[in-house]
């Protein structure tokens, strides 16, 4: 894979789901080192076609590169082998509940590398400390977390293998304005400081006022608009103009706010 080459490629996806057509034909590339966020509005499949770049929904046509490997046209080693240099947090969090923090940001280091005990619980505890979490979150249950707190349990067991891109499923849903804000920031930090891809599917107009390098529309079963948040905002799609013109209507400063959309 060029060093120059995207991380990832959609093209010409089309799913259906018996004579329901969710995506007719989208196409899109994300490069190393973007912040990118996937917006629609409900049943334009933004979840779906998350599931099928990560290798767990095959989509009806099309191709999806990962990381230089075509995901569905791929063996099971090779695709095993992709899906070691990717986190994914999905919506929910999806962390074992029978397990605690740290023994979930353990499972992928044990199912992949064979490390004694004095090597692997420092690699844990630092994937905690990079998910900004604190020490004593380690022990906890998923259970005794909040909200926010199990989301970032969740991209600290995301993050334990290294991965070079990140898939986030709404990661600000249902968060207070405060929490959500934090975890922004934790976004860019894995972007401007870890040097890692991000690719999230959101609703969250601060998330994309604010962090995001690139926002992707999808409508109709096609990409609509590719681009800064900017030049989205600009779009003169009735869907696009009525979502963004919601932060209008609260009084936020986006132009103010906004450094990475530009």
């Given amino acids: 894979m060029a060093a120059d080459a995207p991380i990832l490629e959609v093209e010409n996806v089309v799913t259906r789901f018996g004579a329901q057509a969710v995506h007719d034909g989208v196409s899109f590339a994300v490069g190393r080192g973007e912040l990118v966020a996937l917006i629609g509005g409900s049943g334009t499949g933004k979840t779906v076609l998350l599931r099928e770049i990560i290798g767990l929904h095959r989509p009806s046509a099309g191709a999806i590169r990962l990381l230089g490997t075509d ?9 095993a082998a992709v899906r070691r240099r990717f ?22 280091i044990r199912e992949q590398l064979d490390l004694p005990p004095h090597v692997l619980w420092p690699l844990v505890q630092l994937r905690v400390s990079l998910a ?9 249950m998923p259970s005794q977390l909040s909200g926010g707190m199990r989301k970032r349990a969740a991209i600290a067991r995301a993050l334990a293998l290294e ?3 990140i898939f986030l499923d709404e990661p600000t849903s249902g968060l207070d304005p405060i929490t959500a804000r934090a975890f922004d920031r934790l976004m860019r930090f894995l972007v401007d400081d870890l040097g890692i891809t991000v690719f999230v599917v959101t609703h969250d107009l ?3 006022l604010t962090v995001t390098d690139r926002v992707i529309v999808l409508a109709d079963g096609k990409v ?28 936020g400063d986006w132009q103010n706010a906004n450094t990475h959309g530009a």
């Fill in 71 to 79: 995901i569905w046209r791929s063996s099971a080693g090779e695709l």
């Fill in 87 to 108: 986190g994914m947090m999905f919506q929910d969090g999806a962390l074992f509940s029978s397990l605690d923090v740290a023994h979930n940001v353990a499972t992928p």
């Fill in 132 to 140: 900004e979490l604190p020490p004593e979150a380690a022990a906890k």
């Fill in 163 to 165: 991965p070079e891109i």
């Fill in 206 to 208: 601060d998330t994309l």
């Fill in 224 to 251: 609509l608009a590719d681009g800064p948040v900017r030049e989205v905002m600009a779009v003169t799609d009735p869907w696009v103009q009525q979502y963004f013109s919601i932060r209008t209507m609260v009084g």
